[in-house]
């Protein structure tokens, strides 16, 4: 079985850009699609990108996904960050043998 | 819309059973692959189980292989997870979420979750 590891936490000011990152223990990033989540406090997790890059409709252009082969990682970029972007964000991917599998999760602050 | 509305949570004491279902509307149920995802208080996702759309093909997670069960009644646009043998850790908030029609998967449409309680 594979793991993502994603950092506990990150911080940002409101207007910046950050990087959210999720590092595949074995096997391929670009294997296998990865999809980002977002969940607010309280509320049911949403889409934020899909496939590695895809944005679904209302999601604004400002969150963008991309993966790395030399890290072996995917990553959630969001830029001018706003305060309502504070939430958990958990990256999620699969292979033939793992249906399904999340990472643990970030935990976003704009302050 | 399309909406998922989960229900059947409560509190179960140890080694009991709690029977889950999901409701859902606004879509062509049958043509979709669905999951039961749950988070623990406090803690990250962790993918339970899944279904395909004809109920054909099934996969759960080792941590509740054997002691739960995933099905759905397509005529009633259903979704259920029979809970076994439950255990402390088993206490969640269990989400039903739609599995997306493409290539890539993931889950694009999600319910708004049922808590279960383990506790004696």
């Known amino acids: 079985n594979f793991m993502l590891t994603q950092p506990r936490s990150v911080s940002e000011s409101p207007g910046k850009t950050v990087t959210i990152s999720c590092t595949r223990s074995?096997?391929?990033?670009?294997?296998?699609?990865v999809q980002w989540y977002q969940q607010r406090p309280g509320s049911s997790p949403t889409t934020v990108i899909y496939?590695?890059?895809?944005?679904p409709s209302g999601v604004p252009d400002r969150f963008s996904g991309s993966i790395d082969s030399s890290s072996n990682s995917a990553s959630l970029t969001i830029s001018g960050l706003k305060t309502e972007d504070e939430a958990d964000y958990y990256c999620?991917?699969?292979?033939?043998?793992?249906?399904?599998?999340f990472g643990g999760g970030t935990k976003l602050t704009v302050l | 819309q399309v909406q998922l509305v989960e229900s059947g949570g409560g509190l179960v004491k140890p080694r009991g059973s709690l029977r889950l279902s999901c409701e859902a509307s606004?879509?062509?149920?049958?043509?979709?692959?669905l999951s039961w995802i749950r988070q623990a208080p406090g803690k990250g996702l962790e993918w339970v189980s899944y279904?395909?759309?004809?109920?054909?093909?099934?996969y759960y997670a080792d941590s509740v292989k054997g002691r739960f069960t995933i099905s759905r009644d397509n005529a009633k646009n259903s979704l259920y997870l029979q809970m076994n043998s439950l255990r402390a850790e088993d206490t969640a908030v269990y989400y039903c979420?739609?599995?997306?029609?493409?290539?890539?998967?993931?889950?694009?449409?999600w319910g708004q979750g049922t808590m279960v309680t383990v506790s004696s």
């Open positions: 979420a739609r599995v997306r029609p493409s290539e890539g998967g993931g889950f694009d449409i």
């Open positions: 606004g879509l062509t149920f049958r043509d979709y692959y």
């Open positions: 279904i395909s759309s004809s109920g054909r093909t099934i």
């Open positions: 074995s096997g391929s990033i670009a294997s296998n699609y």
């Open positions: 496939e590695n890059n895809q944005r």
């Open positions: 999620q991917s699969y292979d033939s043998s793992n249906p399904v599998v």
